[in-house]
Nanobody
Framework: QVQLVESGGGLVQAGGSLRLSCAASGRTFSSYLMGWFRQAPGKEREFVAR????????YYADSVKGRFIISRDNAKNTVYLQMNSLKLEDTAVYYC???????????????WGQGSQVTVSS
C-alpha cells in the first residue's frame, strides 16, 4: 500500500522558516517525480515545487522561487520542503504527491499525502 505521510507543519511568524517532510513507502519511487502543492481556504490547489527522484532536478512556482527548497533523501525515502522567508500568503495546507509525468497539474499526480497545515502569522 502506497503511503505519503507529511509532517513538520505548524505556526510561524512572517519571515520565519519551517521544513516539511514527506515520508514515502509502499513502492519504489525512483521513477517518480515528487511534488509539493498547497491549498488555502476557498482557493484551488496550487503547485509549489517538484523534484525528480532519480536526478534531484528541481522546479519551482514563481511565487516561492528563491525562498523554498525541495530536496530528497534517497536512503530515508523522504522528500523535504524547506520554507524560508515565509509570508502571510504562504498560509495553506501543504500536500506532497507523486507522479510519473513532468507536470504541475495536480490531476496528473497519482498519490497524495494527507496534508500538513502551515500558518504564517504577522
Amino acid at each position: 500500500q502506497v503511503q505519503l505521510v507529511e509532517s513538520g507543519g505548524g505556526l510561524v511568524q512572517a519571515g520565519g522558516s519551517l521544513r516539511l517532510s514527506c515520508a514515502a513507502s509502499g513502492r519504489t519511487f525512483s521513477s517518480y517525480l515528487m511534488g509539493w502543492f498547497r491549498q488555502a481556504p476557498g482557493k484551488e490547489r496550487e503547485f509549489v515545487a517538484r523534484i525528480i527522484w532519480s536526478s534531484g532536478r528541481t522546479y519551482y512556482a514563481d511565487s516561492v522561487k528563491g525562498r523554498f527548497i525541495i530536496s530528497r533523501d534517497n536512503a530515508k525515502n523522504t522528500v523535504y520542503l524547506q520554507m524560508n522567508s515565509l509570508k502571510l500568503e504562504d498560509t495553506a495546507v501543504y500536500y506532497c504527491a507523486a507522479t510519473l509525468y513532468y507536470s504541475t497539474d495536480p490531476k496528473t499526480y497519482d498519490y497524495w499525502g494527507q496534508g500538513s497545515q502551515v500558518t504564517v502569522s504577522s
